[in-house]
């Protein structure tokens, strides 16, 4: 493995992690071609745990076909669809295939996908899910009971800093470091002056000295992507200057990269921020051109 997410954290150096989506499907080879756009330009690559409540291939499977090709996986762990048993038990098997690494979040709501009749499960949420895991590295199960060889994780919360309101917002990351968060990645983000706003509260609480920030930065080249976010994806802002912007250009795909290049520039420089998180959502092959016009 040539990078790891937890050498990056030690390292003090801005970190930059990647975001792929398992297919829709049993192929390993999908999931190898997309790993080849993110080999040797990022520090670790999430991979995604049915994302918007749509039937994909499990994120720990994804995982470790990443861990073959040679890259550190950030494995996404929701409590839509599982309850704390089999929670633990995934947790501990990614753990035996070499994941060192969780995201772990509440999940998108079933209705948003395609099994809109799923019976959910949220047997708990984020934060005590985070609470959960850490607990499992100490060597405890949630019921108290002693884990044999305890998994040795890095833990991430995720956090959107444009949903209201703001401040009960940014208690939540408290609490999530509080229950054991290494690190968050946040929404993504379109409006890099509220944001500025958003890491200023979470300077006043120190927040970022408790967790690595790592600001989420979604590189598109459709404006209709940007509409849809902007009018469909709760908590999103999207700045009408941006959608403009790319419904007026005539090469869309080189002014994405420059819009994303752009922000990824602004948040660089907000104290705090301690990376980004790259999330091309279908459009991978982007990824080691705006890791480079980007200067990361």
Not at 13 to 31: H, K, N, Q, W, Y
Not at 53 to 73: F, H, Q, Y
Not at 136 to 143: D, E, I, W
């Amino acid at each position: 493995m040539e990078r790891t997410f937890k050498d990056a954290i030690e390292s003090g150096r801005f970190i930059v992690t990647g975001e792929l989506g398992p297919p829709m499907g049993a192929s390993d080879a999908v999931v190898r071609k997309k790993a080849a756009h993110f080999r040797g330009v990022v520090d670790a690559v999430n991979t995604t745990d049915n994302q918007s409540g749509i039937v994909r291939m499990s994120s720990i499977a994804a995982a470790a076909i990443l861990l073959d090709e040679g890259l550190d996986p950030i494995v996404q762990v929701t409590c839509r669809d599982r309850n704390r048993i089999a929670l633990q038990s995934d947790m501990l098997g990614a753990s035996a295939l070499g994941v060192r690494n969780l995201l772990l979040l509440t999940g998108d709501h079933m209705t948003m996908g395609n099994h809109p009749d799923a019976k959910p499960v949220y047997d708990m949420d984020s934060v005590q899910l985070i609470g959960v895991a850490d607990e499992l590295r100490k060597g405890a199960f949630m019921c108290g009971d002693e884990v044999k060889s305890p998994p040795g994780f890095l833990l991430g919360g995720a956090a959107n800093p444009f949903a209201e309101p703001m401040g009960l917002r940014i208690i939540r990351i408290a609490k999530k470091a509080r229950a054991g968060a290494d690190f968050i990645q946040t929404q993504a983000i379109f409006d890099a002056s509220r944001f500025r706003r958003w890491m200023e509260g979470v300077r006043d609480l120190g927040l970022h000295r408790d967790v690595k920030i790592l600001a989420g930065i979604l590189p598109t080249r459709s404006h209709k992507a940007l509409e849809y976010m902007r009018d469909n994806v709760a908590g999103m802002t999207v700045p009408e200057s941006l959608i403009e912007r790319l419904r007026g250009a005539e090469d869309r795909e080189a002014e994405g990269v420059r819009i994303a290049c752009e922000l990824v520039e602004e948040v660089r420089a907000i104290e705090g921020v301690a990376g980004v998180h790259l999330m091309p959502v279908m459009w991978e092959k982007i990824t080691p051109r705006l890791v480079e016009e980007a200067g990361l």
